[in-house]
């Protein structure tokens, strides 16, 4: 393998940035051990709270800066007993008004909704962490914080488990209550500190503050300035977190291209965690249903390579950071979506292939060890033509320096026999991966990387079955750099991961600057210059991109990106630019193009907002203009009406075909309370000539215990003939041990 992209100058940067200094130390918080029981009310009349001592506030500015005391002020007070842990805390609003949630379901996510959000590094690694959090009007979120935070994309909202709060509007305040099962989270048994983090999100003034100060220009969720919480007492392990989720479930379903159809059919099954040690979880799946997993969000494809669409289905999710952090968007050594999943041609939508169980085992073994192992089996379908496979994962993370890590990985697809004389996998069907990552995050937050080699393995030998790449970033408050190289070769193929291309060298250095002037209107602007250029050992440089942006970030939470783009393409297949059937471009010809692209979102704390991206200028041989566009209007917390609208002009000459791809997606969000959910979606897709119609009722009868009702149809959108429809009964109840 030849690599000439000076990686020695980077590898040694690797290394050297460890020698980076920690962030000064500030004050610790403490945890009481409580001698009173604590009603759960919302009502802070216990002699705990009651007491002036332990309160932590001081809370700073984050956004729109970071260099003052927050407008509001904010108290946080912790306790602790054998079973549990204890959070209050009090949100001042310097009078009264009205508080921001835009919804009433579980695991709220956004800037624009009022909350108070806890950060709990149990560990003391400063890379991973639980979160808890709570709205004004008692809804609640928790998830997992992954690899530092130093990407919004490291908080996962997947992770569920039971835990209580309460909260209370005054008219000068609100406050929460919150009581979290010490059997819910992992932590080292004896242990008497842990780090920890608070903030606050306040939609009057749109302002985020922390109670540790965290640099504007880092993500919120930065595990890098986290503090100590010491508590009164070691802590000890009051009982086993064992939890059943049985399921029981109905399907109905008519293929009316194929003419069959599924009458009413049960299906039985459900998963299992259970707490092993201190820091382990096992999860079990037996006979796994999805079928009540919302349906993907169409795009329009102008792109010559498959696209990725994110993981939906619960199991896949929890703890999903130990597999997915390795790799990167480009070639991801596992995606999840590869067992269970396929597409109909006719639908453009995802389908289930039968899971027939499932077993994972991750957590942590000591304070610098982290492991994770998967066994996937899925069923054969002889009518579908679908062979049984069976998947496993193993992965290990020892941490190193203060906050960086090396990782294993090993992926492995064998195939089952198709004849039944034979053994039980085939013996020249299987698919593997080995790879080894190391992932940089400095202890002041501003320099992160990752470096990455994976080798995949197969019956026959083929030609530079690898994947390598380098990347270095770079942040401080005004400067932005960012250097990645990579090199995919000819026949790397991660069957049970995600690589839309292979056969290539990339390299891909940015720079940006950002000014913070002193404007009520604007939080900062500035420019950035990008560079991403593709080639191989055949055929030369195949791509290239130079873009020119600036962004500008107004204190309103609005922000606006143009960006100037100038492409460069080889077509190394033929391939039709509009991908409706019309006649291809010939391999071997090259196009240089330049656009313009637009990009804004306004207040999200708006009852009505919108994101527009509209982009216009030279494709291929003709031209285009594209906008894609999502407006949202929010009736209080009761109910979010979106519509998600791409339009793409395209026009080319002969004898190329012109299109007009049009893809609309209104969708109507109900909540009528905490519990009591209903969803529709539907989505116009002239691109794959489909129409869809999803809806969705879900009633959360018990803690983290759903009833499901949904309804899936499927049409073609010029005469309404139907394609495909469903109706799917999905009753589950979780059941602590």
Excluded: C
Excluded at 49 to 75: I, L, M
Excluded at 552 to 560: K, V, W, Y
Excluded at 714 to 735: A, C, E, H, I, T
């Amino acid at each position: 393998m030849k690599i000439n992209f000076g990686l020695a100058f980077l590898a040694g940067l690797f290394f050297a940035i460890q020698a980076e200094a920690q962030n000064l130390p500030g004050q610790n918080a403490f945890a009481f051990k409580l001698k009173e029981p604590i009603q759960l009310d919302g009502i802070l009349d216990e002699p705990i709270w009651v007491e002036a001592e332990g309160w932590n506030g001081d809370f700073r500015q984050y956004f729109p800066s970071d260099t003052s005391s927050s407008q509001v002020k904010t108290r946080v007070k912790i306790a602790f007993d054998e079973n549990n842990l204890y959070i209050a805390a009090v949100m001042e609003s310097n009078g009264p008004r009205k508080y921001v949630s835009t919804s009433l379901r579980r695991d709220f996510r956004g800037e624009q909704n009022d909350a108070i959000v806890f950060v709990l590094d149990t560990f003391n690694d400063k890379t991973n962490a639980f979160q808890f959090g709570v709205n004004p009007y008692g809804v609640q979120r928790e998830g997992l914080v992954s690899n530092g935070g130093t990407r919004t994309e490291d908080l996962s909202l997947a992770w569920d488990n039971k835990w209580y709060s309460q909260a209370k509007i005054f008219e000068n305040h609100w406050q929460a209550e919150l009581i979290i099962p010490l059997s819910t989270i992992r932590f080292n048994e004896g242990a008497q500190n842990w780090n920890v983090n608070f903030y606050r999100i306040d939609s009057h003034y749109g302002e985020r503050s922390t109670w540790s100060p965290i640099p504007r220009n880092l993500p919120i969720i930065s595990t890098a300035f986290l503090r100590k919480l010491i508590f009164e007492e070691p802590l000890k392990k009051s009982s086993a977190n064992i939890s059943l989720i049985p399921y029981t479930a109905a399907r109905a379903s008519k293929n009316f291209l194929e003419g069959t159809q599924e009458e009413l059919t049960p299906s039985f099954g459900g998963d299992a965690k259970v707490g092993i040690g201190p820091a382990l979880n096992l999860d079990l799946t037996f006979n796994p249903d999805f079928s009540q997993v919302e349906v993907d969000q169409q795009v329009t494809n102008l792109d010559r390579f498959e696209i990725f669409f994110p993981e939906r289905r619960q199991f896949f999710l929890e703890n999903a950071d130990l597999f997915d952090s390795f790799g990167q968007m480009r070639s991801r050594p596992f995606f999840s979506r590869r067992i269970g999943v396929d597409i109909d041609s006719a639908t453009g939508q995802n389908i289930q292939s039968k899971i027939i169980y499932g077993a994972r085992l991750s957590g942590k073994v000591t304070e610098n060890w982290r492991i994770g192992a998967m066994n996937m089996q899925t069923a054969t379908d002889d009518q579908a033509g679908i062979v049984g496979k069976n998947f496993t994962v193993m992965a290990v993370q020892k941490k190193v320096f203060t906050r960086s890590n090396v990782g294993f990985i090993y992926v492995d697809r064998e195939s089952l026999a198709v004849d039944e004389f034979q053994q039980l996998f085939d013996p020249t069907a299987y698919n593997r991966l080995i790879g080894v990552d190391y992932n940089l995050n400095s202890a002041n937050g501003k320099w992160t990387g990752k470096m990455f080699y994976h080798r995949t393995f197969e019956y026959e030998e083929k030609k530079s079955p690898y994947s390598f790449n380098a990347y270095m970033l770079f942040t401080d408050i005004h400067w932005n750099w960012s250097v990645s190289v990579q090199d995919i070769g000819k026949e790397f193929n991660p069957a049970v991961g995600f690589v839309p291309r292979v056969d290539f060298k990339r390299v891909n250095p940015d720079v940006s600057y950002l000014f913070y002037p002193k404007s009520k209107l604007i939080n900062r602007h500035g420019p950035k210059l990008e560079y991403e250029g593709y080639w191989n050992e055949t055929l030369g440089q195949t791509d290239r991109d130079i873009n020119l942006s600036y962004l500008i970030r107004f204190n309103s939470l609005s922000q606006l990106t143009v960006t100037q783009r100038n492409r460069y393409v080889y077509l190394f297949n033929d391939f039709d630019p509009t991908r409706t059937g019309g006649e291809p471009l010939p391999a071997g010809t090259d196009y240089t193009n330049k656009t313009v692209r637009i990009e804004y979102q306004s207040n999200p704390r708006n009852v009505f907002n919108i994101e527009l991206d509209a982009e216009a200028g030279q494709y291929y041989t003709g031209n285009f203009q594209r906008v894609i566009s999502q407006m949202g209007l929010r009736l209080g917390y009761l109910a979010n009406i979106s519509m998600n609208f791409n339009y793409a002009r395209i026009r080319l000459p002969q004898p190329q075909n012109d299109a007009d791809l049009v893809l609309v997606g209104p969708r109507i969000d109900l909540t009528f309370t905490k519990n009591l959910f209903w969803t529709t979606f539907i989505q116009y897709n002239n691109q794959i000539d489909n129409l869809n119609i999803n809806t969705r009722l879900q009633w959360r009868y018990a803690p983290v215990s759903d009833l499901f009702l949904v309804y899936t149809d499927n049409y073609f959108p010029g005469d309404f003939m139907p394609k495909q429809r469903s109706l799917v009964f999905k009753l589950n109840y979780w059941l602590n041990l």
